[in-house]
Nanobody, 126 residues
Framework: QVQLVESGGGLVQAGGSLRLSCAASIRIVSDYVMGWFRQAPGKERELVAVIRRIGGNTYYTNSVKGRFTISRDNAKNTLHLQMNSLKPEDTAVYYC???????????????????WGQGTQVTVSS
């Protein structure tokens, strides 16, 4: 059974940084499509960043480009999201997700992921 556990969330002032981590129970980080999503109160869950299973190409939603970096540590089976220059609008619960197979389109939609973590809260104060 695949389990994903996020960590690293917290309260930070605007302009600050946080590094989120997602630890997987089995070896999937190097072999699956891995993504970070977020959901703010009253809003739908949205894609933040995703990394391909082969080649390591990445995708970022426009609002985080240049500020966030997705990466994976295959040896530790862990996915990371480095978040810099944080803004109050980045406040949300952040989730990592995994999809077993590639999709013909890129990036996969929210509903196409197979496994989800429980989420970690990120709060950015102004």
């Amino acid at each position: 059974q695949v389990q994903l556990v996020e960590s690293g969330g917290g309260l930070v002032q605007a302009g600050g940084s946080l590094r989120l981590s997602c630890a997987a129970s089995i070896r999937i980080v190097s072999d699956y499509v891995m993504g970070w999503f977020r959901q703010a109160p009253g809003k739908e869950r949205e894609l933040v960043a995703v990394i391909r299973r082969i080649g390591g190409n990445t995708y970022y939603t426009n609002s985080v480009k240049g500020r966030f970096t997705i990466s994976r540590d295959n040896a530790k089976n862990t996915l990371h999201l480095q978040m810099n220059s944080l803004k109050p609008e980045d406040t949300a619960v952040y989730y990592c997700a995994a999809r077993v197979a590639s999709t013909p389109h890129w990036p996969p939609t929210v509903s196409e992921y197979d496994y989800w973590g429980q989420g970690t809260q990120v709060t950015v104060s102004s």
